[in-house]
């Protein structure tokens, strides 16, 4: 699959430099924050070793993740109804606060793929979109549009087994980043390593790299179904619909916000 590296605009093409994107900057340095005190990473001591931190990780996930029956019911979910890995004990949270909980999932991931993944795409694409939408309106766009995708997957799961299932991780926000990218700068050239005996590098326009990506996600959905596999989020499954769900929305949202032509390239950062 190919992977997206950062494509320099410098100020050599005699256009002004922008501001640096420091909504983008902030929104990965809470991501990984997060992430690395949090029980995944493996690194916060205070969660322990080995089984224990699995279960504490299940724990945390629960806590702080959203889950579709909980969303639509408007309550914590009931022990009894609570998903129990293999060897952990996961109790109900009754302090736990459903449209809350739809925020802090963006910011939780379930191990190191997941975060750089999905922190490789932020920067690459989101420094463009924060450019054109201003940072007030990209911050809001980021975390409305990931809640509008949670929630639109948690419809879809409304009758479906996985719907008592944990829900984490920023793709929804990331994807509806990458749908207004292509809106913004559907000619723009993004240098892309594809894996062809070795990592190539080459470069393609945003329509094509970004219109193949969704083409990927939406045949996932057809092809695993609306709840990735019936698993959690995580590792070994995906919630693909919520990418879609994300990218079709973010791409709405800026065609709204900007219904005009849109540029061949982001400006130039200015990074000093």
Known sequence: MAIPVLDHTGARNGRPAVPAPVVTYALIALNTLVFLLGPAAGLNPLYGTGQARVCAEQRFEQRWGAVPAELLEHRPLAAGRIVQPPGCEVGPTPGKSPALSVLSSLFLHAGWLHLLGNM?????????????????????????????????????????????????????????????????????????????????????????????????????????????????????????????????????????????????????????
Not at 153 to 179: C, K, M, N, T
């Open 120 to 272: 490789l795409f932020l920067y690459v694409f989101g420094a463009g979109v924060e450019e054109r939408l201003g940072r007030v309106r990209y911050l809001v766009f980021y975390l409305a549009v990931g809640t509008l995708a949670t929630y639109g997957y948690a419809l879809a799961q409304a009758h479906a087994a996985g719907s008592d299932r944990v829900l984490i991780g920023a793709s929804g926000a990331i994807a509806a980043v990458l749908g207004g990218y292509l809106r913004l700068y559907p000619k723009a050239r993004v240098t892309t390593l594809v894996p062809l005996f070795l990592f190539l590098p080459l470069r393609f326009p945003a329509w094509l790299v970004l219109g193949l990506w969704f083409a990927l996600q939406w045949w996932s959905v057809r092809s695993t179904g609306l709840d990735g596999g019936g698993q959690p989020p995580g590792p070994g499954s995906v919630a693909y619909l919520v990418h879609v769900i994300g990218f079709s929305a973010g791409f709405l949202f800026t065609w709204a916000a900007h219904p005009h032509s849109p540029r061949r390239r982001p400006g130039p950062r200015r990074t000093g």
